[in-house]
């Protein structure tokens, strides 16, 4: 007699056998029967006839080993482990005396150890609300089959599903959708590849009749005779039937055992069917609480969504607030005819603006746009566009001072292939691109004479020559041009071309510096403050009274564009409200410089100003390092007029022979 513990695919059974001999093998007449590929159909027996124990290999194809060692022969006892294929066998007890006819079960089911039809109908409720208490799908679906394995007496467990409904008439393709959501041993334990471990031919057969089944000799069951998994998984006794969840068909539950034939009865079928429905039950309460947690937590996120979304319609009602508050304070002005809402103000120099524009609008002439750096000469120049009779043809800018001398003809011309080194194809010029439009060309008073030279030519003769080519492109563009610079006095000094001054100089607008329209700096705070938190994707703080009254006395020596950079500052570094410690230092200083003081003339006036003339001459390079086109810039005139004035004072550069006085 001898007792074997043996664990294969994480299952442990154990038995109790009387010999003479012990068949160990893969096919259904072994008196352990191995699921194992590696295990030859008669693979090994274990011979009690003698004395003792005596494991012989009977010619496997991948042999036996005892304790680790191959071997083809080897005596047994109690403590030794057998391995073969993927299959261990362990010798708990060799010896003794014991009238053992077969294999004793070694599974028990719960209603099985009860001693009347009342304790199993109680212990039957109590397993109904423990699957009726749990609702989370992941525990529950574990729940059903180890549930049903302690019920009726089972070795394993296998639930499989589908998402979809299942017809009676079912065919391999509704069976391939169907997937192994869980597979358990009697042990708690899950199983590896539990697709490969479940006869797919029971389940089929069982989803084709629409009825449960239970067999109890599958291997001589004539049901199965063409399911080869039959023998191939050692099933002895097998019990399959049907989960309907709301009247559909939407899995299947089989539990089997590979060691006992007759391990289940009609009277368990019974049992399963009558669990199998409180189980749908279960599984559909699931899914109604899976369905409601769902639709929680879709409101939950409509509701941050909602939140997020108030928040930002609170932000754009204030940025709206803002703008009406520049509409409605510009509602006091006269109105123009044009649409110029892009230019913020209500102040007379404003107002003097709009009705410049409306009386320019409509023509076809050049204008000229000076002003100040920052006041805004581009938005007028998008104005006139706009308004205009070219409205729907292109508008084109570009600012001369930002482009290398080198490069603006080819920039404004455009060029041919193989013009110069780089050019790798043709290139269209700003005229060809704004043909039929406008081109505007901000900063022309930093143009070289050689590009005021041939820019000229373009306006006079409405055509282009691209770098390089030959070819002449006719182009009808009107001209906007721009510059922060005293055209005229460079006119005066010979820097700027006199007839491409009268060409450009038609029709003229000149914008107004920020401190000439104090009364505009609230209004325009307002609107760049909202414009900047937009862009930012922040709440506009509040701007108070004592804030706007600090901007309005500053000089803003950079105009508009330094107030909407300070305006941008303030986003950043105020969340809800500006405070005034918030504004930039040069702001915080105040309004205007102190009035220069009157100069007191004492004797010749022509000395005196000439004195004047010379010390801040001297001082102007001083301050550029002799620098002479630096010096030129800060005293507002030319280079070609400072080198006549530093001649003329016998200055350093200059020349001594040519000084006097100017007449």
């Given at each position: ?9 994480g ?12 068949r ?11 699921a ?13 006839s ?5 494991l012989?290999?009977?010619g496997?194809?991948?042999g ?5 060692l ?23 007890e060799?010896?003794?005396?014991a009238?053992?006819?077969?294999e004793?079960?070694?599974?028990r089911t719960?209603?099985?150890?009860l ?6 109908l109680?212990?039957f ?17 574990p729940?059903?089959?180890?549930t ?17 409904p299942?017809?009676?008439?079912a065919?391999?393709?509704?069976l ?6 869980v597979?358990?041993s009697?042990d708690g ?5 539990p697709?490969?471990?479940v ?11 629409g ?10 069951d ?6 080869a998994?039959?023998?191939e998984?050692?099933l002895k006794?097998v019990?399959?039937?049907?989960v ?5 068909v939407?899995?299947v ?16 079928l019974e ?5 199998a429905?409180q ?7 699931s ?15 409509s509701r ?7 928040a930002e319609?609170?932000?754009k ?8 508050a ?6 006091g ?13 209500a ?6 603006i ?5 009386r ?8 000229l746009?000076s ?10 120049a998008?104005?006139?566009h ?6 729907k043809?292109?508008f ?8 290398p ?14 013009a110069f ?6 290139k269209?010029?700003l005229?060809e691109?704004a043909?039929?439009?406008?081109l505007?060309?901000d900063?022309i ?10 820019l ?7 055509e282009?020559?691209p770098v ?10 009107r ?8 055209l ?32 505009d700096?609230?209004?325009l705070?307002?609107?760049l403050?909202?414009r900047?938190a937009r ?7 509040v ?6 009254a600090a901007?309005?006395?500053?000089d ?10 300070e305006?941008?500052?303030l ?23 102190e ?14 100003v000439?004195?004047?003339e010379r010390?801040a001459?001297e001082?102007?390079?001083s ?7 630096q010096a ?6 030319s280079?070609?007029?400072l ?5 003329k004072?016998?200055?350093?550069g200059?020349?001594?022979?040519k000084g006097g006085?100017?007449?």
């Amino acid at each position: 007699m001898i007792r074997l513990a043996i664990e294969e695919q994480g299952n442990r059974r154990e038995g109790l056998h009387a010999g003479p001999q012990v068949r160990i093998g893969r096919a259904s007449d072994n008196d352990i029967c191995l699921a194992s590929g590696l295990v030859s159909r008669h693979h090994c027996h274990i011979d009690l006839s003698g004395e003792g124990a005596w494991l012989e290999d009977l010619g496997s194809a991948n042999g036996v080993s005892v304790n680790g060692l191959k071997t083809r022969g080897a005596p047994l006892a109690a403590g030794d482990t057998i391995e073969l294929g993927q299959a261990t066998i362990s010798v708990i007890e060799l010896g003794g005396e014991a009238e053992v006819q077969e294999e004793e079960p070694t599974f028990r089911t719960i209603l099985s150890e009860l001693p009347d039809e009342r304790e199993k109908l109680r212990a039957f409720a109590h397993v109904t609300r423990e699957l009726s208490r749990e609702t989370d799908t992941n525990a529950l679906f574990p729940l059903i089959v180890d549930t049903a394995i302690s019920l009726l007496g089972g070795e394993r467990g296998f639930l499989l599903q589908s998402d979809e409904p299942i017809s009676e008439a079912a065919s391999l393709s509704s069976l391939d959708s169907m997937s192994v959501h869980v597979a358990r041993s009697f042990d708690g334990a899950d199983i590896a590849l539990p697709r490969t471990r479940v006869s797919l031919g029971i389940v089929k057969r069982v989803l084709e009749s629409g009825e449960p089944l239970v067999s109890l000799d599958a291997a001589q069951d004539q049901r199965f005779e063409e399911f080869a998994s039959i023998e191939e998984l050692q099933l002895k006794s097998v019990i399959c039937l049907p989960v309907r969840v709301d009247g559909e068909v939407r899995g299947v539950l089989l539990v089997d055992n590979r060691m006992r034939q007759g391990a289940f009865n009609e009277e368990d079928l019974e049992i399963a069917e009558l669990f199998a429905d409180q189980a749908a039950i279960a599984m559909q309460n699931s899914r109604r609480v899976d369905e409601l947690r769902m639709h929680s937590e879709r409101i939950e996120q409509s509701r941050k969504e909602i939140v997020a979304l108030n928040a930002e319609l609170g932000r754009k009602v204030r940025d709206q607030g803002a703008e009406l508050a520049v509409a409605r304070a510009s509602l006091g002005r006269e109105r123009a005819r044009g649409d110029y809402g892009a230019i913020v103000g209500a102040s007379d120099a404003i107002r003097r603006i709009f009705g410049e524009l409306d009386r320019i609008v409509e023509s076809e002439l050049p204008v000229l746009i000076s002003g100040e750096s920052g006041t805004g000469k581009e938005l007028v120049a998008r104005a006139i566009h706009k308004n205009g009779p070219r409205a729907k043809r292109p508008f084109v800018s570009e600012n001369c001072a930002a482009i290398p001398e080198s490069l603006l003809e080819s920039e404004l011309f455009g060029h041919a292939k193989g013009a110069f080194t780089g050019a790798h194809r043709a290139k269209r010029g700003l005229f060809e691109a704004a043909n039929g439009g406008t081109l505007f060309l901000d900063e022309i008073g930093d143009m070289s004479a050689a590009m005021q030279k041939k820019l000229l030519r373009v306006l006079q003769e409405g055509e282009v020559r691209p770098v390089g080519s030959d070819k002449v492109v006719e182009v009808d563009v009107r001209l906007l041009a721009a510059s922060h610079q005293d055209l005229a006095a460079h006119v005066k000094e010979g820097s700027f071309r006199e007839d491409l001054y009268y060409r450009i100089h038609v029709l003229k607008v000149e914008m107004p510096s920020l401190r000439d329209r104090v009364e505009d700096i609230p209004l325009l705070a307002e609107h760049l403050l909202a414009r900047a938190a937009r862009e930012a994707g922040r709440e506009a703080p509040v701007l108070p009274h004592e804030v706007t009254a600090a901007l309005s006395a500053h000089d803003w020596p950079g105009n508009v564009r330094e107030l909407e950079n300070e305006m941008r500052r303030l986003v950043v570094l105020s969340p809800e409200r500006v405070e005034l410690s918030s504004l930039s230092a040069t702001v915080l200083e105040g309004g205007s410089p102190e009035p220069p003081r009157p100069l007191i003339v004492e004797g010749d006036l022509r000395a005196t100003v000439a004195a004047f003339e010379r010390d801040a001459i001297e001082g102007a390079l001083s301050e550029a390092d002799g620098n002479k086109s630096q010096a030129a810039r800060a005293l507002g005139i030319s280079r070609f007029a400072l080198q006549r004035k530093l001649e003329k004072f016998g200055l350093e550069g200059g020349d001594p022979s040519k000084g006097g006085e100017e007449s």
